[in-house]
């Protein structure tokens, strides 16, 4: 089967630095992005590992290893706008994706 | 530049009748993708058009949905009959060509 974990929450505080993980098993991989979404509205893209290695993009960092089938999103400077649900989805064949059951970041003054 | 929506925001429809969603992608967007979201599970791919055709339709559940792509323009997806499983939040995404997909504001169906 296809699966891919991450913490279902996670609490953090203003300013902060939260770290949010994500370990797949999937038949295909072409590469991980990562998606936030707000109160179930559209997902938005954040991030993208087509190679092992850290990407950075303003606050938001992403992290791939391919041979642990694992990577991370790092966010910075929590603000509380952050809050929301965070995705990671294995990019398959196609270009399809393939997500992870989403992780509730909760950032607290 | 306009982003992908959706028609409908939610749709609230007895078990039985038929239900039509529509998508509209970004303009130029030659690949367009409807997802899933049951209550409390994953966002689950269902089907992949490039351009008017079915690249890859693998996640559609069962043969009462039937979906289209005009022209290569917009895109419906049909549910019928629907059925009390078929409840979700149903996304349409499009992309150019590269990993980035766009993703709509989504319908929200409740079959009753």
């Known amino acids: 089967g296809q699966s891919l974990e991450q913490p279902s929450e996670v609490t953090a505080v203003e300013g902060a630095i939260v770290q949010i993980n994500c370990t797949y098993q999937t038949s295909g991989f072409y590469g991980l992005s990562w998606y936030q979404q707000h109160d179930g509205g559209a997902p938005t893209f954040l991030s993208y590992n087509g190679l092992d290695g850290l990407e950075e993009t303003g606050r938001f960092s992403s992290f791939l290893s391919r041979s642990d089938s694992y990577g991370y999103l790092l966010l910075q400077e929590l603000q509380m706008k952050d809050s929301a649900s965070y995705f990671c989805a294995v990019r398959d064949q196609g270009n399809k994706l393939i997500f992870g059951t989403g992780t509730l970041l909760a950032v607290q003054p | 530049e306009a982003g992908v929506t959706q028609f409908p925001s939610h749709s609230v429809i007895e078990k039985g009748q038929t239900v039509t969603l529509r998508c509209d992608p970004i303009s130029g967007h030659d690949n367009l993708y409807w997802y899933r979201r049951v209550m409390g599970k994953e966002i689950k791919f269902l089907l992949h058009?490039?351009?008017?055709?079915?690249?890859?339709e693998s996640g559609m559940p069962n043969n009462r949905f039937l979906a289209e792509r005009t022209g290569g323009t917009y895109s419906t997806l049909k549910v019928q009959p629907a059925e009390l499983e078929d409840s979700g939040v149903y996304f349409c995404a499009s992309s150019p060509s590269s990993y980035e997909q766009y993703f709509g504001p989504g319908t929200r169906l409740t079959v009753t």
């Open positions: 058009f490039v351009k008017e055709s079915k690249q890859d």
